[in-house]
């Protein structure tokens, strides 16, 4: 261990010590501090603000003071006075500080058992794990310790952790003067160490409860901000320098990976992690300094994970992301992410460090590149669409290497030049130079490690090598005595398990085994290359070299374990496949067998030397452990097979114990206790004996003791970690989960189960293990004298126990020394090894690192020793390089058996079937033969085919066989079947369906003129979803839905309706019988009523047509400033069309309302100008094919012509003939519809085809002319290609010359009888006739012919016409297009601009109603005013007229009248009213009443208005008073009114002044949007657009010539500069008859005034007249449509005919009722009688019962009286007869009771008697006794409700 410098001696030393009993005063009263109040959730959407509640530790030392519970006993002892400052001079000894190694008390182990020798690893999992103080000078965390590694020197200097927990972070001080270290553990420290020096200079504690995570000093390095891990995630900003906690507060619920300050603005910080980042500022408010955090925001886009991110001197920042690219925040929310162009990502990966440095941004990713990019432009950077996307480029970019994943950079000036030093996740350390210049220099990489964790190690049994392995696919040599890594070999799969192989195999020491996740295991070997022979011009530097001797695959997932035999003559694998594999070690490793066991191997162990035998312990995973004898090579039989099968096996079966020794633990605690108690209480007894006291020994009770725990066993079985041989079938276990915290030490049984699963094995002794509960030994390793056991734990601990006797004991395991050395989270110990001389010990852990440790040796007596590189092999220089397995994929050794044996077999099947196939072919020649033979004999020798048949039912059985495997075959064909009709049918959905016209080329006949069709694809829907279809779909469903709705109405209520129609017509029946003259009279009435009410009705209807008539005239009457519509339309339509031409490009410009255009004009522009193309394409389309068919019927009239012709020509000679004329055929091209078109004979001679070519084509190659016979072939033209024409003209000569030979033959036989004179004239006239209609025929053909070809020729000039068209139509869609997506780009700013337009537009609208509504009630509130000073008027002069002339009182009722008084009735309606004014309105006629109080004071004395004076009207002074109360009220009502009015006023002035904001708002927003549409014409403006001019179009000349630019020239249509000159000539005519016309409207309305003023002198007369005539007639002015509406009271009319309906319907119920009672009456009588009747027979029978009862009773008495006693007869007689007469007493009682229910006339009279009848049967069955139950022969019948409604009974 390095020394370090201590603190200044002499007169320093003990202000040093004084400083340093200070400072730890005022540590204690610092981290005192109270706890950070908790936090809200980080989830919310709003940004969240943090405020501390820790305040800030102030300058003069104000601190809180620590519970005394909580301060150590030193604390105590210090005295109270401290100083507040720690001296800038004081540091910490090192020695006081750092974590030493544990030893037991008494253990008598040295504390510097082991000591650190070198570190080989390197942890590149951690983040950040790299720090530069200097040029010379590398960092890095290594487990425990802290590693200072010289560049040049590449010696190691090394910082242990204070704490032993582990190391979180390290950072740097700005002037890297000071490093920072927070380290890992409960209550973890951070320690600000000195730099060169390495003197710790403060220690900063309770900042976190179990590890620090990151740190980041600010940039003046006077703040050190920290951030803790999980449970508290606590940030904490620290005055390191005073070791004083500023500002606390929890950071997040979920993992922080980093926090850094603002190097613009101290006072802002940034956290990152796990799914969010947090943006802080220390803000001052008025209860102090405070911690506020702004959670970001991620919106739209995904959560992720950020590691890198860096702020920006605005105060953005910018983060990287999981997937690459880079969020650009600011205000906590998301401004815009960046991408590279095409949306491609920034980094392929993780975005893991962002720095801003010289002015440039740079990034670090995982894929190994490093990018620059501009930081202008991403400082400057904005969204451009919705997408949230901005695309930019970087300036320069470095590609590290491949497989390189940077984590981390830091930067360092190395003689003045920029130096970077990368950290690479794949286990490297990069040198770099970003200057991007000529003299750039390449990346070099200066250290390389093994990546992640250490798979498996070993030690060379015979130096001072070691070898490691890891999933990084390497395996590495190390020199553990010069401290270097020698050598590395790469492979394709990552290593799993290593061992070196012993002396007795490789006596050299030179050949390793190594293990690999794949399931390979591949022997390597080291050797000195500098042993080889050295070719001319090589040389051998390397110092170690590995060779790849051999590779085998014998398992099938990842090996485990390997292990040697003691021997070396077996090597044993174990894999994850549960299988262990043996192989007999040679000079080639030959495979021997393999076993199964239960479970995944975990480790394999050889028996030692000691043991007699050599057995093989294997631990499985799951529980089980095995031994099996080492196999011998020779007895195993691998033919078929390498699994061995008869090998002796011995399982165990691990069961856990530990429950029930916990169990035991408590019981025997439980007992001690008592024990205790109980000598505790004889001793008090004893004590209060000795003085004298008697004691009464009373019971005590016992207090009820909890229940012991129950017994656990874990569902899944605790996980071996390691074991090892104790003697001959004993093992040690450590075991992980549950059962860890013991070593069990278990045998093996002779106990043989067949299944091992079921077996349930203990250990024999169990040894606990101090303080492995939660951290179990994973790893256990012995010296070479086993006095020394290694232990290696789950926490990175390393264990060292010293043995007594070579073995295990509990007092052996007591005494330990224990050592923290790798990463207490994640860096278990995967390997211990101790070096063959036991004088060094090697660890491997989970976190990446190696260290090695001297053991009892000082470092001087080492410099002697060296590491020997063991010698190549001779020969090895010569030896091919071995193959290897790369492939994961690749089949193990066991399956390369199985399946070269399932080829053997197949092999063997093959050669019997092919002897099978020779005898059938022998069979079959020998039968053909005997067929030839039956051939050859006479027929009625020969045998028919039947009787060769021996058996018909085998030729059945064939075919049905056949008919099975073709079925089979159709089966086993049937998806491959499918899969190509799905695909054939997706192709033509693709490729055919789609097209609505495929290319058809239609040829003319006799010219080489074609014209072909437009290829189109049919329009989608999209283009016809405005068209008349979905109005009429959406009517027919309508349709449907509704007939659908009746059916079901119909359905559900089709018999009810029935039943109601039926019955209605049965009423309908019995009514029209029982109609009387009260129902006529009532339809009489009904009829008048009805007549008058439509009188009155048709007049009203007449009234109100006349009002209607009146209110349509007036409201037709035009207002004064009334304007002609159709004038507006015509003067807005002049202004408009004005002339003032202006250009579109012009500044004043402005783009009308109709002709603005936006995304939804364009795309139907667009779409219509598609469907335009589409409908002309479609009919020229339809014109092309009509011209097809034309073809098709021209060349079947043509044929018939043909056939005519040639009938006609067989009548002719030779020489008279003429040519006949080619049949046309359609080319393939005019009918590709048939290409499509095929059946199985068309595919099966396609088919022949493909095979004909194919052998062809063989011959081709074949042959040594084939290039030749090729280059004919290829120039030979097929059927097809021949033209058609052609095999007509081909076809016609063979037929001539067949028409020819006939011909001859016929006129030889004419020859032979020469005709008479009559028949040569018919011969002469038929001839003539037939050259006629051969002449016509070819006529007709050739005018068929030449008819088609102009008719093709026109539609081909027609076509091209429309090509033009259709070209400018595609040019003029481009350019709309262009337009379009322009005018999507601005879309969303004019939808912004229009929307605020439209907003403003329908406020002011909304304002200019109510403003509207509030004039009408305004209007309506001065109505109500005006009506009411109209009443008071009137009241007042209803007062003066009731005054009369001359009152003597009326000056008195005048002041009664006019004085004012408040009501107490006011008030409460007031309350009532308005509840909510009540204290306003109380106040105010408080008020009022005092007023009006000392108004009247003075005149209360004069007169009393409540008493009526003398000689004084009563009536008149009544009246006054009610006149009075009237005026107040409308007094206070038109107050109320004004009030109303008033308030409404203000509303109005108020809502008028907003509508003008509004105003002057709407006119920005338009102004607004004009400045936008005008931008976006020019933007449109700037596109091309191509118009075809032919030169007489071109007018625009200069000088006489055509210039060059025509930049200036406008391209103005014919029809428009037409229209435009007559426009002039236009406009002046129309100027003249305006005048005229407006000369004509001046006179017309002169005379329609003049006719206005004498139409309003006769209405006045008339009105006049009527009047008078009304006076004269009514007296006064009466209202004749009142009148004639009122003239008859319809209502009372009505009223009467309903009292008559109701009594009528009261009369016919009464009648119902009546009879009702009648007929009830009636059948009460009839069931009387028979009750009655039927009760006289009942009594008949009971009677004669009674008499013969009697008889036989007294017969039955008789019989055997002598026998009987006669005292017991008399009783039992007695009590029958007493039995009898109440039964007889109770008949009696039933029969009165019916005999008055009878008499009763109620409707319920059955229901009450079958009450009753139940009732008396229910007492008449408890009356019997049992006796009478015996004999039924005494029973009465008991009455049931049939009986008695059946009975008759007297009234």
Not at 26 to 52: G, H, I, N, Y
Not at 1270 to 1276: C, E, Q, T
Not at 1324 to 1337: A, F, P, S, V
Request: hydrophobic share 35%; proline share 4%.
């Amino acid at each position: 261990m390095p020394s370090f410098p201590r603190e200044e001696e002499g007169a320093d030393e003990k202000p040093a010590e004084g400083a340093q009993a200070d400072h730890s005063g005022v540590q204690e009263s610092k981290t005192s501090l109270p706890k950070e109040s908790p936090t809200a959730e980080e989830q919310e959407e709003e940004v969240e603000q943090v405020e501390s509640d820790t305040e800030r530790v102030g300058a003069e030392g104000d601190f809180e003071k620590r519970d005394n519970s909580e301060e150590p006993s030193e604390v105590q002892k210090r005295p109270k006075e401290v100083e507040n400052t720690i001296s800038e001079t004081f540091f910490y000894k090192y020695e006081d500080i750092y974590s030493r190694p544990f030893v037991t008390e008494d253990s008598g182990i040295p504390i510097n058992l082991l000591t650190l020798k070198h570190s080989f690893g390197y942890d590149c999992s951690r983040s950040v794990n790299l720090l530069l103080m200097d040029s010379q000078t590398l960092m890095y965390i290594a487990g425990n310790q802290m590693v200072l590694l010289d560049l040049k020197t590449k010696s190691q200097r090394y910082l242990r952790s204070s704490s032993g927990g582990g190391i979180g972070f390290i950072t740097a001080h700005p002037t890297k003067q000071y490093f920072a270290v927070g380290e890992k553990g409960k209550k973890p420290n951070l320690i600000i160490y000195d730099y060169p020096s390495l003197r710790p200079y403060r220690i900063l504690r309770g900042g976190t409860e179990e590890a620090y995570v990151s740190g980041d000093f600010n940039g003046a390095g006077t703040l050190l901000a920290s951030v803790g891990s999980s449970p508290d995630y606590m940030l904490t900003i620290w005055d390191w320098k005073q070791e004083k906690i500023v500002l606390r507060s929890k950071a997040f619920s979920q993992d922080i990976y980093k926090v850094t300050f603002s190097a613009d603005n101290e006072e802002q910080l940034t956290t990152s992690g796990a799914g969010h980042i947090r943006f802080w500022k220390m803000a001052l408010t008025f209860t102090g300094l405070k911690l506020q955090g702004a959670l970001g925001r991620f919106g739209k886009t995904a959560v992720t994970d950020i590691t890198g991110y860096v702020e920006l001197p605005d105060g953005k920042v910018i983060s990287g992301t999981e997937w690459g690219n880079l969020l650009l925040w600011e205000g906590g929310l998301i401004k815009v992410e960046l991408c590279q162009a095409g949306h491609k990502p920034c980094h392929s990966g993780p975005v893991s460090q962002l720095v801003l440095d010289e002015g440039e941004l740079v990034t670090v990713g995982k894929d190994g590149f490093i990018r620059v990019w501009n930081f202008e432009t991403i400082d400057a950077a904005d969204s451009v669409d919705d997408t949230g996307l901005l695309e930019v480029e970087p300036m320069n970019e470095l590609h590290v290497g491949r497989n390189v994943s940077l984590s981390f950079m830091s930067k360092v000036h190395d003689c003045g030049q920029p130096v970077w030093y990368a950290q690479d996740s794949n286990g490297a350390i990069w040198k770099l130079d970003l200057t991007f210049s000529n003299t750039t220099r390449d990346p070099e990489c200066l250290y390389t490690f093994h990546s992640g964790r250490i798979e498996a190690m070993s030690v060379s049994p015979i130096t001072y090598l070691l070898a490691t392995t890891a999933l990084d696919r390497s395996v590495r040599i190390y020199d553990f005595i010069s401290n270097s890594q020698l050598s590395e070999i790469k492979f394709k799969q990552g290593g799993t398990a290593l061992t070196w192989a012993p002396r007795v195999v490789n006596p050299k020491g030179g050949l390793i085994a190594v293990g690999f996740e794949d399931g390979v295991v591949r022997i390597i070997e080291v050797y000195d290359p500098k042993g080889l022979r050295i070719l001319a011009g090589q040389t051998n530097t390397d110092n170690a070299e590995i060779n790849l001797k051999q590779v085998f695959k014998p398992h099938a997932a990842a090996v485990t374990a390997l292990a040697y035999e003691r021997n070396g003559g077996v090597l044993a694998t174990g894999s994850k496949d549960k299988t262990v594999f043996f192989f007999a070690v040679e000079d080639e490793y030959e495979p021997i067998g393999f076993i199964c066991v239960p479970g995944p191997v975990r480790a394999l162990q050889w028996s030692p030397p000691s043991h007699v035998k050599s057995t093989l312990l294997i631990l499985c995973e799951n529980g089980f452990a095995l031994q099996v004898p080492a196999p011998v090579p020779e007895e195993q039989d691998t033919v078929s097979t390498y699994q061995i099968k008869n090998l002796p096996t011995q399982y165990f079966h691990f069961c856990s114990i530990k429950s029930r020794i916990k169990l035991e633990e408590e019981i025997a605690l439980r007992e001690k206790k008592k024990q205790e108690k109980e000598k505790a209480k004889l001793e008090w007894i004893k004590q209060q004996q000795e003085m004298g006291k008697e004691i009464e020994e009373e019971p005590e009770e016992e207090p009820e003791e909890e229940p012991l725990p129950p017994l656990y066993i874990p569902e899944e079985p605790s996980p071996i970690l390691c074991g090892f041989y104790s003697a001959p079938g004993k093992f040690w276990l450590s075991l992980g989960g549950y059962d860890s915290g013991f070593l069990y030490h278990c045998e093996f049984s002779n106990d043989h189960q067949e299944d091992p699963e079921n077996r349930k094995d203990e250990p024999f002794e169990v040894i606990p293990v101090e303080d492995t509960d939660n951290n179990p030994i994973h790893q256990i390793s012995f010296c070479t004298s086993r006095l020394l056991m290694f232990c290696g734990m789950q926490n990175g601990a390393l264990r060292v126990y010293r043995l007594q006797d070579k073995d295990l004991s509990v007092n052996t395991l007591k005494e330990y020394w224990s050592f923290n050395v790798h990463d207490n989270d994640y860096g278990q110990i995967q390997g211990i090894c101790s070096s063959h001389d036991d004088r060094f010990l090697i660890t491997c852990g989970g976190d990446g690192n190696i260290f090695t440790f001297n053991i009892l040796s000082p470092e001087d007596v080492h410099e002697e020793l060296k590491a020997k590189v063991p010698s190549p092999r001779s020969g090895l220089e010569k030896e091919k390089a071995t193959e290897d397995i790369e492939d994961p994929n690749a089949y193990n050794i066991e399956e390369v058996k199985q399946k070269k044996e399932y080829e053997r077999i197949m092999k063997e099947a093959e050669e019997k079937k092919n002897k099978k196939r020779e005898e059938l072919i022998a069979l079959k020649h020998e039968f053909l033969f005997l067929l030839q033979k039956n051939q050859e004999l006479p027929k009625h020798m020969q045998l028919h085919r039947e009787q060769y048949e021996t058996d018909h039912r085998i030729f059945e059985e064939l075919e049905r066989q056949t008919a099975q495997r073709i079925q089979l075959v159709q089966k086993e064909l049937a998806w491959e079947h499918e899969k190509h009709l799905i695909g054939l049918q997706k192709l033509r959905n693709q490729f055919r369906d789609s097209l609505e016209f495929d290319t058809v080329v239609v040829h003319a006949i006799q010219s080489n003129h074609q014209i072909s069709t437009y290829r189109l694809l049919a329009m989608s829907e999209k283009y016809y979803q405005d068209k008349e279809c979905p109005s009429w779909k959406r009517t027919v469903l309508k349709r449907a839905w509704k007939q659908a709705e009746k059916r079901e109405i119909v359905g559900e209520t089709g018999h009810t309706d029935a039943e109601r129609i039926f019955e209605g017509e049965a009423e309908k029946l019995k009514t029209s019988e029982v109609q009387k003259a009260t129902t006529h009279y009532i339809e009489s009435r009904h009829e008048k009523i009805r007549r008058i009410v439509e009188k009155s009705d048709k007049m009203k209807a007449k009234i109100m047509k006349r009002k209607e008539e009146w209110d349509e005239l007036y409201k037709s009457k035009p207002s004064d400033d009334y304007e002609n519509p159709k004038a507006v339309e015509d003067i807005r339509e002049a202004q408009e069309n004005l002339g003032c031409y202006k250009l579109k490009t012009d500044t004043n410009y402005r783009v009308p309302e109709h002709k603005r255009m936006n995304t939804e004009k364009k795309v139907k522009q667009l779409t219509s100008l598609e469907v335009l193309i589409h409908k002309r394409k479609v009919n020229m389309n339809k014109e092309i094919m009509s011209l097809r068919d034309l073809k098709v019927s021209i060349i079947d009239k043509i044929k018939g012509l043909v056939q005519e012709l040639e009938s006609i020509q067989t009548a002719l000679d030779l020489s008279e003939r003429l040519p006949l004329p080619l049949i046309p055929q359609l080319y393939p091209d005019e009918v590709p519809e048939k290409k499509f078109e095929y059946d199985s004979d068309i595919l099966l001679k396609f088919k022949d085809e493909q095979e004909a070519k194919a052998k062809l084509q063989e011959q081709l190659e074949g042959s040594p002319s084939s290039c030749a016979f090729r280059h004919g072939f290829l120039r030979a033209p097929s059927l097809k290609e021949i033209d058609p024409m052609a095999q007509a003209a081909g076809a016609r000569p063979m037929k001539i010359a067949s028409s020819v030979v006939t011909e001859q033959r016929k006129v030889f036989e004419i020859k032979k009888a020469e005709p008479t004179e009559m028949e040569l004239e018919i011969l002469k006239r038929e001839k003539i006739k037939n050259l006629y209609l051969q002449e016509t025929l070819i006529k007709k053909i050739n005018a068929l012919v030449i008819s088609f070809d102009a008719e093709l020729r026109f539609l081909r000039h027609k076509k091209l016409k429309l090509d033009v068209q259709m070209k400018n139509a595609d040019l003029r869609y481009i350019t709309w297009y262009e337009e379009l997506l322009i005018l999507k780009n601005l879309e969303k700013h004019e939808n912004f601009l229009q929307g605020h337009v439209n907003t403003l537009i329908s406020e002011q609208e909304a304002m200019k109603s109510k403003l509207n509504s509030y004039l009408a009630q305004m209007e309506d509130r001065k109505c109500e005013i005006v009506k009411l000073q109209e009443c008071e008027k009137a009241l007042y002069a209803n007062f003066q007229a009731s005054l009369g002339e001359n009152n003597e009182f009326a000056h008195f009722l005048t002041k009664v009248l006019g004085k004012k008084i408040k009501c107490v009735e006011n008030k409460e309606v007031r309350r009532e009213t308005d509840e909510d004014d009540e204290n306003e309105e109380e106040n105010d006629e408080e008020s009022g009443l005092g007023i009006d109080e000392e108004k009247s004071g003075s005149e209360d004395e004069v007169f009393d208005d409540s008493v009526c004076p003398k000689n004084c009207n009563e009536a008149l002074f009544r009246n006054t008073i009610q006149l009075r109360q009237k005026r107040l009220d409308i007094e206070k009502a038109l107050t109320e009114e004004k009030k109303v009015a008033a308030n409404l006023r203000k509303k109005y002035n108020a809502l008028a002044k907003k509508a003008k904001v509004v105003a002057v708002s709407l006119d920005t927003a338009e102004r607004e949007l004009e400045t936008f549409q005008w931008e976006k014409q020019q933007r449109l403006n700037e596109l091309y657009v191509v118009v075809p001019l032919k030169l007489h179009q071109v007018e625009y000349l200069v000088n006489g010539e055509m210039p060059s630019d025509f930049s200036q020239a406008l391209v103005f249509t014919n029809q428009s500069l037409e229209y435009l000159q007559k426009r002039i000539v236009d406009l002046h005519n129309e100027k003249i008859m305006q005048r005229e016309i407006y000369k004509k409207a001046q006179e017309q309305h002169k005379q329609l005034v003049q006719d206005k003023k004498e139409m309003e002198i006769k209405i006045r007369r008339l009105e006049e007249k009527c009047n008078h005539l009304m006076m004269k007639k009514f007296g006064r002015l009466v209202d004749f449509e009142a009148v004639q509406a009122h003239s008859e009271n319809i209502r009372m009319e009505e009223l009467e005919v309903q009292i008559m309906e109701k009594e009528y319907a009261h009369s016919q119920e009464l009648k119902e009722w009546e009879e009702r009672i009648l007929d009830l009456r009636q059948q009460l009588m009839k069931l009387t009688r028979e009750n009655t009747s039927k009760l006289q027979q009942l009594n008949l029978f009971c009677l004669e019962k009674q008499q013969l009862e009697t008889k036989l009773a007294s017969l039955k008495n008789d019989l055997g009286v002598e026998f009987q006693d006669p005292r017991t007869t008399n009783i039992k007689e007695k009590a029958r007869l007493e039995s009898r007469l109440k039964h007889m007493a109770h008949d009696t009682a039933l029969l009165r009771e019916e005999i008055n229910l009878l008499r009763r006339k109620d409707g319920c009279l059955r229901e009450e008697l079958a009450y009753l009848s139940r009732k008396d049967r229910c007492c008449f069955l408890q009356t019997l006794s049992p006796q009478d139950s015996e004999t039924p022969t005494e029973t009465f019948p008991v009455l049931t409700p049939e009986t008695v409604t059946n009975t008759p009974s007297v009234p």
